[in-house]
């Protein structure tokens, strides 16, 4: 069974400045996907970057990257030049591959990101 | 382009009574379809996901039930609310390549009184 865990309950940056959000996967599957997702006070969930995991290249989205350590299960979320209106629930997530699951998203229990003016 | 519509937004309902929550994509065909729920301050767990109308697997035994009678809507519901039903309720959808990920509704707000 595929887990996810993200040891930061609750991180602060302040505004302009860079920050990152820790997650650490188990599965024992070969192909798999890892996302980042957003969720602010509104509650709807917005994908941020997501990694296939046969590629070794970090997935980049404008301000937003991943450090994708493979070997030691980490998929780690960098947010440059931070924005009022990052602050949010950040939730790693993999997806359960073509298994049992059918390709479920298994969700960690997210980090509270607080942007400081 | 592919949208994803859930509704109703909030809802409060007595113990005991019925429910029905309606999720519907447009845009895609034959989508992957999945029911989420989130519970105060924590991460979100799957209930059911569907493949393909009248194809429904349930996650996590409890007392709600899903349908999709047709290829782009999904329906949960239950005959007897439980206060431990009470929680944020996620739809979600993805195309079967796997290729763009994800895309939620805008969810329903459910409390249970």
């Not at chain 1, 979320?77 to 591959?97: H, V």
């Not at chain 2, 059911?48 to 349908?67: D, W």
Request: hydrophobic share 35%; charged share 15%; proline share 4%.
């Amino acid at each position: 069974a595929q887990t996810v865990t993200q040891s930061q309950p609750e991180m602060s940056v302040q505004e302009a400045e860079t920050v990152t959000l820790s997650c650490t996967y188990d599965t024992s599957e070969s192909d798999y996907y890892l996302f980042w997702y957003k969720q602010p006070p509104s509650r709807q969930m917005i994908l941020v970057i997501r990694q296939e995991a046969y590629k070794q290249q970090n997935a980049t989205e404008n301000r937003f990257s991943v450090n994708f350590q493979k070997a030691a299960k980490s998929f780690s979320l960098k947010i440059s030049d931070s924005q009022l209106g990052d602050a949010a629930m950040y939730f790693c997530a993999i997806e359960g591959g073509y298994g049992g699951s059918q390709g479920n998203l298994i969700f960690g229990k997210g980090t509270k990101l607080s942007v400081k003016p | 382009s592919q949208t994803i519509h859930q509704w109703p937004a909030t809802l409060v309902q007595p113990v005991g009574s019925p429910l029905s929550l309606e999720c519907t994509v447009e845009g895609t065909s034959n989508p992957n379809l999945y029911w989420y729920r989130q519970a105060a301050g924590r991460g979100l767990q799957l209930l059911f996901y569907s493949v393909g109308i009248g194809q429904i697997s349930s996650e996590v035994p409890q007392n709600l039930s899903a349908s999709r009678p047709q290829d782009r809507q999904f329906i949960l519901s239950s005959k007897k609310l439980l206060l431990s039903d009470s929680g944020f309720y996620l739809c979600a959808w993805t195309v079967r390549e796997r290729t763009d990920g994800y895309t939620f509704g805008s969810g329903t707000r459910l409390t249970v009184v």
